[in-house]
Nanobody, 125 residues
């Protein structure tokens, strides 16, 4: 089984930056799709970004141009670099992993096999 551990969340002022990390266990990481989702209080979880095993990246319109997803297979880690943070970005951020070969589906909760516990990002206005 796969265990995911997020880190890097915290409090930042609007316009600032944070880098989230998601460290995964298991041997299947290099062929897996990694994703980031976020959920604010009272709102449904929404897709943020995804990266395939080949390195193709996908972003929601709300973060495109500000966030960058990347991966380091040697460290079994997916990263989310967040720049130009706004108050609307405040949420609990969770990483997810799809251990099957990339199917072209990446933006829904049901597209992933494993989930981390989450890390809180708070942006002050």
């Amino acid at each position: 089984q796969v265990q995911l551990a997020e880190s890097g969340g915290g409090l930042v002022q609007a316009g600032g930056s944070l880098r989230l990390s998601c460290a995964a266990s298991g041997r299947a990481f290099s062929r897996s799709t990694g994703g980031w989702f976020r959920q604010a209080p009272g709102k449904e979880r929404e897709f943020v970004a995804a990266i395939s095993a080949s390195g193709s990246t996908y972003y929601s319109d709300s973060v495109k141009g500000r966030f960058t997803i990347s991966r380091d297979n040697a460290k079994n880690t997916v990263y989310l670099q967040m720049n130009s943070l706004q108050s609307e970005d405040t949420a609990n951020y969770c990483c997810a992993l799809d251990t099957q070969w990339f199917s072209g589906r990446y933006s829904h909760r049901s597209d992933y096999d494993y989930w981390g516990q989450g890390t809180q990002v708070t942006v002050s206005s």
